[in-house]
């Protein structure tokens, strides 16, 4: 059978975070109740699109959903396992906010097929956590850690963020040496982006009143290269430009992403790689209810993939990832050798050292993970 991954979005939140654009915001009780019918409707309605196909991964992302109640996960499981099969053993991931767990939620997340948790800590400083709008303290995500870890749970990822606004270098090894010390099994660290439409923006972005708060650019890059040293010192190997894992615990739902693996999104906002063709579900709220309940698509901005488009893709997404992309499954998913259409863009960036061609695959070098952007405009056709 064919192999799929689902993504659920859930689209709720404490409080906004200054960083944060993602689709999400606080809402009501009844708001939560309307969404979670409308999205099992959803999710229903797709039984004969998830016919044929194993679902390898599920991964509820957000905002935040482990602000769901219990019976809600339980009524989108639910819905999730009668309509769509699963394989014995399917990674479903939920992500979790540090002080919005309980012992009685992450048993239900357990009995309910959930193995992987990812944390959205960013910084063990509780003076950055309240600067970034965090709604937790590092003490409670440290009982939220040690509670899921007690339950039972063995595979867990914990967010951090660097370049943060008055961020010093020691500060961010602070965090770091903290984290490895709870010895999870992945780790995803990023740079700050300021996004606009964000209170970050206001405070830091080109115009904003308090952009001499933020990290120089040379301080940015070295709090990078310290993430690398210091997880690779302690047992974590890189495998994605802004992720790290003991071996065997890479996330198999974002290596789906970045190998092209086809994915459908449930809820506001989800994109979806299905059949050839991209699309996104209607992301306004109001909206969305209103046509799940009618019985009408949800689907926006369908868009077929050429193969033009499905190379480029392939392409950078797959060097996103260190071990990097195969010339084999490039014939393969597109009848043409690699280098017949991309010859003379590897040439020119072998020379320029950024990729490395080893057996069967070309990769990034260190340096061209480091500049991976400009690499990755190199492989656009014209």
């Not at 993602?22 to 979670?36: G, R």
């Not at 479903?92 to 540090?98: G, W």
């Not at 590092?138 to 039972?152: K, S, V």
């Not at 699309?279 to 009408?296: A, C, D, K, P, V």
Request: with cysteine; charged share 25%; glycine share 6%.
């Amino acid at each position: 059978m064919k192999k799929i991954e689902l993504y659920i979005h859930i689209p709720f939140c404490v409080r906004k975070c200054n960083y944060c654009d993602f689709l999400s915001k606080a809402s009501d009780q009844e708001t939560k109740d309307h969404y979670v019918k409308a999205l099992v409707q959803e999710i229903e309605s797709s039984k004969s699109d998830l016919a044929g196909y194993e679902v390898i991964s599920v991964f509820f992302g957000g905002g935040t959903p482990s602000l769901l109640s219990e019976e809600h996960f339980r009524m989108i499981m639910e819905a999730l396992r009668s309509n769509a099969r699963f394989t014995k053993d399917c990674e479903i991931t939920v992500e979790c906010n540090p002080g919005t767990v309980n012992k009685s939620l992450l048993r239900t997340y357990l009995k309910l097929g959930v193995n992987r948790l990812s944390f959205g800590l960013q910084s063990t400083n509780n003076e950055e956590l309240k600067l970034l709008g965090r709604i937790h303290t590092y003490e409670q995500f440290c009982e939220n850690y040690e509670m899921a870890r007690n339950l039972g749970f063995t595979n867990i990822n914990i967010d951090l963020m660097s370049a943060l606004p008055k961020q010093t270098l020691k500060q961010y090894e602070e965090t770091l040496y903290k984290v490895v010390g709870l010895n999870p099994e992945h780790i995803s660290a990023y740079s700050l982006i300021i996004e606009e439409g964000t209170t970050f923006y206001q405070w830091y972005g080109e115009h904003g009143t308090r952009v001499e708060e933020l990290p120089s650019v040379e301080l940015d890059r070295l709090m990078y290269e310290r993430t690398k040293e210091i997880l690779h010192d302690n047992g974590y190997e890189r495998y994605e430009i802004s992720n790290y894992a003991k071996k065997g615990y890479e996330c198999r739902h974002n290596v789906g992403y970045w190998t092209r693996v086809e994915y459908l999104g449930f809820g506001l906002g989800a994109s979806s790689l299905f059949q050839n063709h991209r699309f996104q579900n209607e992301s306004e709220m109001e909206n969305y209810l209103n046509f799940i309940q009618r019985g009408e698509t949800v689907r926006r901005e369908v868009e077929q993939i050429s193969l033009k488009d499905a190379m480029e893709e392939f392409m950078f997404l797959g060097l996103r990832m260190c071990e990097g992309v195969s010339f084999t499954k490039f014939e393969q998913s597109f009848g043409v050798p690699m280098r017949q259409v991309y010859g003379k863009v590897i040439d020119k960036l072998l020379e320029e050292k950024v990729i490395i061609i080893e057996n069967d695959r070309l990769r990034l070098t260190e340096y061209g993970l480091d500049v991976s952007n400009a690499v990755f405009t190199e492989f656009i056709l014209e």
